[in-house]
């Protein structure tokens, strides 16, 4: 299994010093990937509560970069492990856009991309770039037509319910061919589907197994009736460890609990197929310091077992 961790793109440390020394942390450690994620708003009267815990919006999330510049800056500063966004919010921008700037990554990258798609939770941000709420999964479909169209043809010429693109010629290639794998956030009947279906793989939160392995087991389903072989998809589980000082029980957990937990966690979910794991220590209040002892002690504790 993969092993990856978050950049510091939310919070006191998004900044270049923060992005620098948890990139160079993860290649010294030895960890395959690093991750971001996508904010734009932090409403002070959010209309849905946040899906964690408590229901509030994590404090780091009011100060944001924008993931993709995020992971280009580590990309100058790393040479092996894999860039991917989990998740970034696709619909903000016009797919035209979206697949130029994901192509120039993968491109300046050599090919470390990986695009982790998803829908956010906050209608707010919608209304703030003019999208609406309601239809994102039409929109998410056709926003995949036309990267699909992007990567895989030298011309494009795209006519949808949605967005128009006049035939053009399309010479910015990625260096991974055909494209930079794509895989979604998604836990609704019709978003595993789509993970069957067209993607090529799921991103998963954090859940006890067996509800984990219930949906891949759906995603897998939807892949074979789709002629898919499902061998070529993949899982990234995303952990956002809330770290107590004694273990939790299974009400709580994986929620919150120790570290040794967390590793436990792991591991159980290494023998379970899961393919990569990464975590976010960003979510609580945690200084970079933390961050990187904490990374050494996950991974040593991992290499124990």
Do not use: C
Request: charged residues 25%.
């Amino acid at each position: 299994m993969r092993l990856g961790l978050a950049l510091p793109t939310f919070g006191p440390d998004a900044r270049s010093e923060g992005i620098i020394r948890i990139s160079r942390t993860a290649e010294e450690l030895g960890f395959d990937s690093l991750w971001t994620g996508d904010r734009l708003l932090a409403p002070v009267a959010p209309s849905v509560p946040y899906p964690g815990v408590d229901g509030v919006m994590p404090r780091v999330y009011e100060n944001h970069l924008d993931p993709l510049l995020g992971l280009t800056f580590a990309a100058a500063h790393t040479s092996r492990v894999r860039l991917g966004t989990s998740t970034l919010n696709a619909l903000w921008q016009p797919p035209l856009m979206l697949a130029r700037s994901l192509t120039t990554l993968d491109l300046v990258s050599h090919g470390r991309l990986d695009v982790g798609l998803g829908f956010g939770w906050m209608p707010e941000e919608y209304t703030a770039v003019d999208v609406p709420w309601d239809g994102r999964g039409a929109r998410l479909d056709e926003t995949l037509d036309v990267l699909e169209q992007y990567w895989a043809k030298d011309a494009l010429a795209h006519d949808g319910p949605l967005f128009t693109v006049p035939d053009t010629v399309v010479g910015l290639k990625p260096h991974q061919r055909p494209r930079p794998p794509l895989l979604l956030a998604a836990f609704t009947p019709r978003g595993l589907r789509r993970i069957g279906r067209r993607l090529d793989g799921w991103l998963p939160g954090a859940m006890p197994m067996t509800a984990l392995l219930g949906m891949w087991a759906t995603i897998v389903k939807e892949a074979e009736a789709a002629d898919r072989d499902p061998a070529t998809l993949r899982m990234a589980l995303r952990v956002n460890p809330l770290l107590t000082a004694t273990p939790t029980g299974p009400e709580r957990f994986p929620r919150a609990g120790t570290l040794d937990q967390y590793i436990d966690y792991s591991r159980a979910a290494e023998e379970a197929g899961v393919h990569e794991l990464f975590v976010d220590f960003g979510q609580m209040s945690a200084t970079l310091d933390e961050r990187v002892d904490l990374a050494g002690r996950f991974i040593e504790g991992l290499r124990a077992g």
